[in-house]
Structures are given as structure tokens and as C-alpha cells.
């Protein structure tokens, strides 16, 4: 009897090692699990600059056909304003926006323009045609357009210098 109760005390003890090297290992598992998602979000929210390349030549394109249709008439072909509109080109589009993001750009071009009939400009509109204020302003094109993603166009920064690394 003495000896059953050792050998069902050592199985008690075994079995608890067994859960906890279990639960451990769940743990270290979902911890792994967390720490993925966390670098993948914080990826996400990497702020990029206008020099990273945030547009495609092909959407700039058709950006310069919109701009041409909704725009020219008051901020003239050459992109330099006239009157009360503002030009967005060259030091005046740069002093403007400096600093700030696609996302606030994109805000005030499909909320308020065209000025005389604000706000019927599509989302995609709005994009292919700030992917051509960004071309016509000597900022790089890359691999993929512009899309119409809150968060990913707050992260990217109107200006000519390179993104900061994240740490």
C-alpha cells in the first residue's frame, strides 16, 4: 500500500511538470505569436517620406489626365496656381506641405475640390492625381500606386528627405 502511494504521489508530480512545461510552452508560443503581430503592426506603421517611392509612374498618368479634366483651369498646366488657387509646385507646393501627410492632402483635395463642384472627385481620382502632383514635383515613383488606406497615407510624409529608420 505504502509503495502505491508513492507511485500515485510521483504521478501527481509528473503530471503537474507536464502541465506546467505545457502551459510554458503555450506561452513562450503565443508570446512568439504576439511579438510577430507586433513587429508586422509596427511595419505597418513605419512612416515612409514621398522619396521612398509611394507611387507608380502608370498612376501618375492617369493622375495628369484627372488633373487636366478637374484641376488646370484654376491651377493652370503648369501646376503654378493663379489667382486664388494656390500653385502646387516647386517651393510654394513644399512650403505648404512640408512636413505633412498624403492623408491631409487627400483630405483637402477630395473634400474641396474641384472648387466648384468639392467633393465629386473619386478616392482613386484624388490618388492618381496627388501621384501626379508628387511626379510633376520630382518625387520618385516605385513598384506600387497609392492606395486609399487611412492609416498607410498618415504614415507617409510630404517632404525630400529620407524616412527615419525605426528602432
Same mark, same amino acid.
Request: glycine fraction near 8%.
Given at each position: @500500500? ?10 501527481r ?10 502551459a510554458i510552452?503555450? =506561452?513562450?508560443? @503565443? ?7 507586433l513587429? =508586422?503592426?509596427? =511595419? =505597418?506603421?513605419?512612416p515612409?517620406?514621398? @522619396?521612398?517611392?509611394?507611387?507608380t509612374?502608370?498612376?501618375a ?15 493652370? *498646366? *503648369? ?18 506641405w512640408e512636413?505633412?501627410?498624403v492623408?491631409?492632402l487627400?483630405?483637402?483635395i ?17 490618388? *492618381?492625381t ?7 514635383n ?16 498618415k504614415?507617409?510624409?510630404?517632404t525630400?528627405?529620407?524616412a527615419?529608420?525605426?528602432?
Amino acid at each position: @500500500m505504502h509503495s502505491a502511494n508513492i507511485m500515485n504521489s510521483q504521478r501527481r508530480v509528473f503530471a503537474k511538470q507536464v502541465r506546467l512545461i505545457t502551459a510554458i510552452v503555450f =506561452a513562450g508560443a @503565443m508570446a512568439a505569436a504576439g511579438l510577430g503581430a507586433l513587429r =508586422a503592426a509596427r =511595419a =505597418a506603421d513605419t512612416p515612409k517620406t514621398t @522619396m521612398d517611392g509611394v507611387y507608380t509612374a502608370a498612376q501618375a498618368q492617369r493622375g495628369k489626365a484627372q488633373y487636366s479634366q478637374s484641376c488646370a483651369t484654376c491651377h493652370m *498646366d *503648369d501646376l503654378s496656381g493663379s489667382g486664388q488657387a494656390l500653385p502646387l509646385a516647386g517651393d510654394a507646393f513644399m512650403g505648404t506641405w512640408e512636413g505633412q501627410s498624403v492623408a491631409d492632402l487627400m483630405g483637402l483635395i477630395h473634400d474641396t475640390m474641384p472648387q466648384d463642384k468639392p467633393g465629386t472627385l473619386t478616392p482613386d481620382q484624388t490618388l *492618381d492625381t496627388i501621384a501626379y502632383l508628387l511626379q510633376y514635383n520630382q518625387f520618385p515613383a516605385g513598384k506600387d500606386e497609392l492606395k486609399n488606406d487611412p492609416n498607410e497615407l498618415k504614415n507617409i510624409i510630404i517632404t525630400k528627405k529620407a524616412a527615419t529608420p525605426a528602432k
